[in-house]
């Protein structure tokens, strides 16, 4: 997202519109309108760098019969460092003050440094971009700079080792090995793109591959934020600009127009497919729509390449209000983000917000540009300073910015909420076990011995057995019962065979935790399930109807496969869905707004839990259905807040404070249980 380097240069006005399209789909998709397949436009700034870049240095080496890395270096910094350093300071200071301490203050700080080192891809590789909350984190964005930061990295070493070659052979020789490596590179990077998207498993198993594993980095986040599995989209801009260098070109310019139409065609069919699916199931995983990137990746070559000599559409994007967008197209990349995250976060998300949105980010970004990027660029500020002093004042920016944050943020949690970021999630399972363990291969608990040993209660289940584990044990051990507690995020506890979450860790966890509930033989067994975690999403060739009802199927068949444990068995549903986050919705500004209204917040649970409770009718040795509404409502509204202690630790999970306050109901759960 860079305008032409140099001065004195050919200016292609349609390609500053071509830019101003790009930046458009982008905020439409980050603004959550119905062009979700907006996120293309990072793809068409890709093609549109590797165009624009080969093409300046292209005149560099005409002009001068070399290539200068210091002078390269000196102006990538000048053009991208400024305005980054403004946006990542500035959205830091804000967010002490507008975001919570509990995710997007420390998400802040964390990008404050890999802003800083342009490695913000690698950060968030571990997370996938489609799942991520739009209020965690306020410099999300900065990874796809990261990504044109690499590029521009490994750029000036090419371009030197192949200036030296064309000195030292023949220009056909020379042409041949371009062409070659530039084919090569093309190809083998899109082969990893596609692989990696579309047969993760394969290339999970690969030798290579296993260290991202332990980073919990698979294939498919790999293939969305590795500078490798982007290149192809960057050498595509460099083969238009080289073939544009071509005599043939002139030849097939003369069908520019259709070969124009053409690019506009795929990019419009690679946005509208992934605005229906920005993400496609490959198997039993979810990657980016890796045939709408093909089309737009294409697509926007084509529309460079045929829009040298084009009168149809080159005119049209080459007016004036697209001109300007794309002239300051890379600030209002930099500034939308930070801008919506801030919206939404201190207002209500509606179409009077993405408004004024889009009209903050087009105003703000023009004053940037005007005031920041041009008078940087054109060394009309600091005229002699380094490459090395730029750099080195964003390092210590960035570092004291951390220091900071990471001292801050604590302290305002504390003043906020009692409780420091990291102490929501402490949960008695996560700590390390004071005694006897349990293992059934990935079957895995602590034994909580009661006082009195009268049997045993084990919890099985996601995530919200997880959050539940505090109040359980303690519950359990007050009715004289050992507790083992079973629990796997993402995978909710059914039959080996369920269609929902069927990746292998997940199959393999059930089994081995049903041998081991025949193995301990307990008294009374709690199943927690977040349910609407898997049915949101439908199956595949399901609707959504449908797929609630499968869930309905499958947990009766999980209870039936109990009945030879004479034991009774519990169905613990989620606590309340608030729209109120901790990690998100709690700031200096806004220190408490919780309250919601009862019916508002019981709506959002109820289809599910009558699907579940129906789902345990008949069941002889299957108790109740537990229900924490009435612990968080009253009769006119739901607060996750009592007694200025927050019971939440997200919009789903219950805290360690939570758990234990809905202790009471599980005891009389179980208490029922036992003397049924």
């Known amino acids: 997202m860079s305008v ?5 240069r050919p200016y292609r006005r349609d390609i500053q519109g071509l830019r101003a399209i790009a930046v458009l789909l982008v905020l439409l998709f980050h603004f959550e309108t119905p062009i979700q397949g907006g996120y293309l436009g990072v793809d068409m700034f890709f093609v549109i760098s590797g165009y624009v870049i080969t093409s300046s240095t292209l005149r560099e080496i005409e002009k001068t019969d ?24 500035t959205t830091a200071v804000l967010s002490m003050l507008l975001l919570s301490p509990f995710g997007p203050q420390k998400e802040t700080a964390k990008m404050l440094l890999s802003t800083a080192s342009y490695t913000a891809n690698f950060v968030l590789m571990p997370q996938s971009y489609f799942s991520l909350d739009p209020k965690s984190n306020p410099l999300l964005h900065m990874w796809s700079l990261a990504v044109e930061e690499q590029f521009y990295l490994i750029w000036p070493f090419a371009i030197i080792v192949l200036v030296g070659l064309r000195k030292r052979i023949q220009a056909q020789v020379f042409r041949v090995i371009l062409w070659t490596a530039a084919t090569v590179v093309f190809m083998a990077s899109c082969w990893l793109f596609l692989m990696s998207a579309t047969r993760g498993q394969q290339i999970s198993n690969h030798r290579w591959f296993k260290p991202f594993i332990q980073w919990n980095i698979t294939p498919e986040l790999f293939a969305f934020y590795s500078p490798f599995t982007r290149a192809w989209e960057f050498i595509a801009g460099v083969i238009v600009a080289l073939l544009l260098q071509q005599r043939i070109a002139s030849l097939i310019l003369k069908v520019g127009p259709l070969i124009a139409c053409c690019g506009v065609a795929l990019v419009v069919v690679g946005v509208n497919w992934a605005s229906e699916n920005p993400e496609v199931q490959h198997g039993t995983t979810w990657s980016t729509n890796t045939s709408a990137t093909l089309a737009a990746v294409i697509g926007t070559a084509l529309w460079v390449f045929g829009g040298s000599n084009d009168n149809l559409i080159r005119p049209l994007i080459s007016t004036r209000p697209f001109v300007l967008i794309g002239d300051y197209s890379y600030s209002i990349y930099l500034l939308h983000w930070p801008i919506w995250v801030l919206l939404i976060t201190n207002s209500d ?3 009077k917000t993405i408004v004024i949105a889009f009209a903050l980010s087009l ?9 920041i990027e041009v008078p940087f660029r054109s060394r009309k500020r600091l005229p002699s300073t380094s ?16 220091v900071v944050m990471s001292y801050a943020t604590p302290k305002i949690a504390v003043h906020l909420a009692g409780i420091k970021p990291n102490e929501p999630t402490l949960h008695i399972i996560e700590k390390p076990c004071d005694g006897e363990k349990f293992e059934l291969e990935s079957a895995r608990s602590c034994l909580y011995p009661a006082a009195e040993d009268e049997g045993t209660a084990i919890l099985v289940g996601d995530s919200m057995a997880k959050s539940l584990s505090d109040g359980f044990v303690r519950a359990s051990n007050a009715q004289g019962l050992n507790s083992y ?3 796997y995020p993402g995978c909710a506890f059914q039959l080996s065979d369920s269609p929902f979450s069927v990746f292998d860790e997940c199959v393999s966890w059930r089994t081995n935790v049903i041998s081991a509930l025949r193995k301990l033989q307990p008294k009374v067994v709690l199943i927690a399930n977040l349910s609407m975690l898997y049915v949101d999403r439908p199956l595949p060739d399901w609707s959504i109807d449908d797929t609630r009802l499968i869930w309905s199927s499958q947990l009766t068949r999980t209870l039936n496969s109990l009945s030879d444990l004479d034991a009774q068995v519990i169905v613990v549903q989620p606590p309340p869905l608030f729209a109120y986050d901790l990690r998100y919705d709690l700031s200096l500004l806004w220190p408490n707004s919780a309250k919601e209204p009862r019916d508002v917040v019981v709506d959002r649970r109820k289809t599910m839990n009558q699907i579940e409770a129906n789902a345990t009718i008949g069941i002889e040795f299957v108790r109740p259905v537990v229900d924490f509404t009435e612990q968080f409502c009253n009769a006119e509204v739901c607060n996750p807040k009592v007694d200025n202690e927050f019971l939440l630790e997200d919009s789903d999970h219950l805290s360690v404070n939570g758990s234990q306050f809905v ?14």
């Open 4 to 8: 032409d380097l140099g001065t004195g």
């Open 485 to 487: 507690v079973f629990s």
């Open 66 to 89: 070399t290539f200068l890395w210091g002078v390269f270096v000196h102006r990538r910094v000048r053009r991208l460092l400024p305005g980054a350093v403004l946006v990542a300071v």
């Open 663 to 676: 202790f009471p109901e599980i005891e009389r759960a179980i208490s029922e249980a036992l003397n049924s």
């Open 349 to 351: 998300q509606n179409w």
């Open 387 to 402: 490459t090395l002093r730029f750099v080195g004042v964003f390092g210590v920016v960035a570092v004291v910015g951390f």
């Open 363 to 371: 105003g703000l970004g023009w004053l940037q540009f005007k005031f």
